[in-house]
């Protein structure tokens, strides 16, 4: 036996197994011993009431018993061993013409010959049956020739009866066992995918509400974080009521974005109408929220907006870009010393280029932790549109060689077909 996808699956042996030098032969199968005791039996009581099939012809006595005994003990090996006990019982079949004859050898080589196709290997299965058939065709000829009377073909019946109609029988219950074996593994694999594919839209679900959740509200979080702790350490009434300020105005937007974000993970109902998502239209609004959260630390914001014309873009790329800036924005709030944040974006017929630049190096004053998140939330939004995203620090390209935090995305743009 051996376990495939949860299941213990029993194979036929064919053959003895050898471990250091022991033979161990397998055991037989309870229902081939019943069987074997059966025919046995059963052949010992016709014996003993003189019931035979070649009436007085044959070698008398109890020798019809060497054959039965022979060919009982073939139905204890007929699954481990088939074409072993098919070998054996012929020649005992053969053997027992010789003596009195007996009703349960041959019953019983009829189950060989069924089990033999039935447990035996894929090719023995194909050859056994016409072999039979050729048998036949052989034994009615060679009747026919020497009997020269229509009971050469009664003696072809008897053999078509004990050869080929077990053997076909094998070979029908074998082809719906197998039919049924590989109808259950596909069902299995069926399942098994159906469980991948369950685990891994799960898995890809819970990448997106985290994306979602970090990029809808960390902006917030972190601008409430740094002006907190600026209007704690500073003792300026006029920098703590700013900074309260920036705070509430962060606290309801932050809270608006939860909003919308359960909203999007409830079943919408036939009276409300699902939330936009964000277009890069609102990108000025994001620049200047980023412009007040960031007026304490120095920071100014710049908008480069070369795309050109109104062509629409598909929606997974507007709400990538837009997430993009947005985390970029933020990160630049967190850690960015002073100087100017550059927001740059740019298309081509094939592909949206949004590039974020911003300074580069240790920061004075209050600043926000950082845990990594956004920028794989960032590689994870481009990845998934097959587009191409870096992010570093980089020399600028101006004489004293300053360091730069640039983020650069490009997003690839389905094209439109249009008339040629």
């Known amino acids: 036996m051996y376990r495939h996808l949860g299941r213990y699956v029993e194979v036929p042996v064919h053959g003895a197994v050898f471990d ?10 309870r229902e081939d011993v019943l069987i074997s005791a059966a025919g046995l039996l059963g052949g010992v009581l016709l014996w003993a009431l ?17 054959p039965l005994v022979a060919i009982s003990l073939t139905e204890l090996v007929r699954r481990s061993a088939p074409l072993t006990a098919l070998l054996v019982a012929t020649l005992a079949l053969v053997a027992d013409q010789f003596t009195l004859g007996s009703v349960a050898t ?21 050859r056994i049956p016409w072999g039979t058939v050729l048998l036949t065709v052989v034994l009615t000829v060679a009747a026919l020739s020497r009997l020269r009377s229509p009971e050469g073909l009664l003696l072809g019946v008897i053999a078509a009866a004990i050869g080929i109609a077990p053997a076909f029988t094998g070979v029908l219950v074998r082809d719906h066992r197998d039919a049924a074996e590989a109808a259950r593994l596909r069902a299995e694999q069926t399942a098994l995918l159906a469980e991948m594919d369950r685990t891994q839209a799960v898995t890809a679900e819970r990448a997106r509400m985290a994306r979602e959740l970090h990029d809808m509200v960390a902006n917030h979080l972190s601008a ?32 608006a974005e939860m909003r919308r974000l359960i909203g999007l993970l409830r ?46 873009l598909p929606a997974p790329v ?15 709030l967190k850690h960015g010393p002073r100087g100017l944040v550059t927001v740059s974006l740019d298309r081509s017929r094939r592909a949206l280029r949004v590039e974020v630049v911003s300074p580069y190096g240790d920061r004075p004053g209050p600043r926000a932790p950082g845990s990594g998140a956004g920028l ?25 060689g300053t360091k730069i935090w640039r983020v650069r995305a490009e997003l690839p743009v389905e094209e439109r077909g249009g008339a040629s």
């Open 224 to 255: 409430i974080a740094i002006h907190s702790t600026a209007a704690l350490s500073l003792d300026d009434a006029r920098t703590t009521k700013d900074a309260l300020a920036v705070i509430r105005e962060n606290s309801v937007a932050g809270l």
């Open 50 to 66: 003189g019931l035979h099939t070649q009436g007085g012809r044959g070698l008398p006595g109890p020798w019809v018993l060497v």
């Open 20 to 29: 250091g030098g022991v033979t161990a032969f397998p055991r037989p199968h």
């Open 106 to 126: 041959i019953a019983m080589f009829t189950d060989i010959v069924y089990a033999a196709v039935l447990y035996g290997s894929p090719s023995a299965a194909r």
């Open 267 to 312: 079943d919408v109902g036939e009276d409300r109408d699902p939330v936009p998502a964000p277009t890069l239209r609102a990108l000025d609004s994001l620049v200047e929220q980023a412009r007040t959260n960031g007026s304490s630390s120095g920071l100014t914001f710049a908008l480069e907006d070369r795309r050109g014309g109104d062509a629409p």
């Open 376 to 400: 794989v939330g960032m590689r994870e939004r481009v990845a998934l549109l097959n587009g191409e995203f870096e992010a570093g620090p980089v020399t600028a390209d101006d004489a004293a």
């Open 318 to 332: 507007e709400m990538a870009a837009y997430r993009i800036v947005q985390e970029s924005l933020t990160n630049a």
